[in-house]
């Protein structure tokens, strides 16, 4: 199975602050990289594919980066609706497989 | 625009087989060329991917789970399922079904249904 790790598990940060969060493969999974929002209670929402396409309907502030084994999702100016869970995914293989998640907390 | 929708049954004794459906609507199961997932996530942890299928009832399953999963579909009725045999506390979880788009990851996902394992 590939492996994802995302780091950190848990960051706090305020409102206008950019925010990264990096994910790493434990092989190359080329570019078949996606992230999803995940809120108290709700299904995960797809954010970004294919590492750095914006998914529709998805506001500009987030942007997905990185090929290879390494990633990032970046939020350029959080907003309270921002605070939620994020989980990165990998497709390159059969099975695919997600990182633990970094919630993003106030 | 597509919503799923899970329904079943929220307790399963130990050992028991769960069964849940989800139900597609807003457009046909067989349009475009989509594979249809479930995916669970235990109470406060991670996202598990559980297997894939197409209306072709081509499928793909988790080798972790592969031996006690079934996933089948009804293109008549728009819906596909899920059959886990053997169930026991470790598949207590809130399961949800999915849409994929290729490699582009699930793009509908249903509201999700709690499942617990309990005698």
């Known amino acids: 199975d590939i492996q994802m790790t995302q780091s950190p598990s848990s960051l706090s940060a305020s409102v206008g602050d950019r925010v990264t969060i990096a994910c790493r493969a434990s092989?190359?999974?080329?570019?078949?990289l996606n992230w999803y929002q995940q809120k108290p209670g709700k299904a995960p929402k797809l954010l970004i594919y294919?590492?750095?396409s914006l998914q529709s309907g998805v506001p500009s502030r987030f942007s997905g980066s990185g090929s290879g084994t390494d990633f990032a999702l970046t939020i350029s100016s959080l907003q309270p609706e921002d605070f939620a869970t994020y989980f990165c995914?990998?497709?390159?293989?059969?099975?695919?497989?997600f990182g633990q998640g970094t919630k993003v907390e106030i | 625009q597509v919503q799923l929708q899970e329904s079943g049954p929220g307790l399963v004794k130990p050992s028991q087989t769960l069964s849940l459906t989800c139900t597609v609507s807003g457009g046909s199961i067989s349009s475009g060329s989509y594979y249809w997932s479930w995916i669970r996530q235990p109470a406060g942890k991670g996202l598990e991917w559980i297997g894939r299928i197409n209306t072709g009832g081509s499928t793909d399953y988790n080798p972790s789970l592969k031996s006690r999963v079934t996933i089948s579909v009804d293109t008549s009725r728009n819906q596909f399922s899920l059959k886990v045999s053997s169930m026991t506390a470790a598949d207590t979880a809130v399961y949800y079904c999915a849409r994929e788009n290729a490699r582009d990851g699930e793009d509908y996902w249903g509201q999700g249904t709690l499942v617990t394992v309990s005698s």
């Open positions: 092989q190359s999974i080329s570019s078949y």
């Open positions: 294919a590492a750095s």
């Open positions: 995914q990998q497709t390159y293989s059969t099975l695919w497989t």
